[in-house]
């Protein structure tokens, strides 16, 4: 678990989220399996801090869908489908329409940055882009996600709405961790592996909802197809 920023004491608050987040990146390591049970007690004992923080960073991670409680056995991490998947990528194919559409058109109500700060904003998502792109031709999934996040994060931010793009957050996150169950077993990654997030990045930069929203077809095509191909196996 990362160690506390700044020079105080760790809130309960800054606990909680740090033993969530740690928690969240054991899943997408897949060293926490879908179906796996633990309690409380033992996730306190291995990060070595009291109950509380523990027990409120479980119920966090069991509201975003990523863990299931049972008051009498504990929790466990939750056993997504290939049918929850076909849906959440129908899901955020729905928010990204119309955030594509914002950031095209950048009219007045449109996006929250135009101008100078609108290409600076774009540049720095490119940025991540060309790390995930770079980490996805590698066959490197554990930073893939990792940039892959942060790509997906930082353009929504664009759009100007937090609640969309938080929930589209929380969905490539459930994604993530419905994938990674498959992809981790799969071998050598390289080309498999979606790298398109510079070439979305271009499109949104030239303006060009209607390119963006191919890219994304594309990429929801692909990811489907591979996950289909690979739990079929």
Known sequence: MPAP???GAVTRSTLRRQIADALRDEVLAG????????????IAEQ????????????????AQGLLDADHHRGFRVHEYSVADFR?????????????????AACGEGAAPLDGARRTAAL???????EEAQRAA????????????????RELGTLFGNPYLSGFLHR??????VCTVQYLRRAGDLRGVLWSGHTELVDALVARDAEAARSVLAAYNAHSVAVIERLAGA
């Open 5 to 7: 920023s700044g020079t």
């Open 31 to 42: 060293r926490l399996q879908p179906g796996q049970e633990f309690t409380v007690k033992e």
């Open 47 to 62: 990060y070595g801090v009291s109950a509380t923080p523990v027990r409120e960073a479980l119920v966090d991670l069991s």
């Open 87 to 103: 849906g959440m990528v129908e899901a955020r194919r729905l928010v990204t329409d119309g955030m594509f559409h914002a950031i």
């Open 123 to 129: 540049a720095g998502v490119r940025r991540r882009g």
């Open 137 to 152: 031709t590698a066959g490197d999934l554990t930073v893939l996600i990792g940039y892959d996040l942060r790509f997906w």
């Open 171 to 176: 969905l490539r996150v459930q994604g993530w």
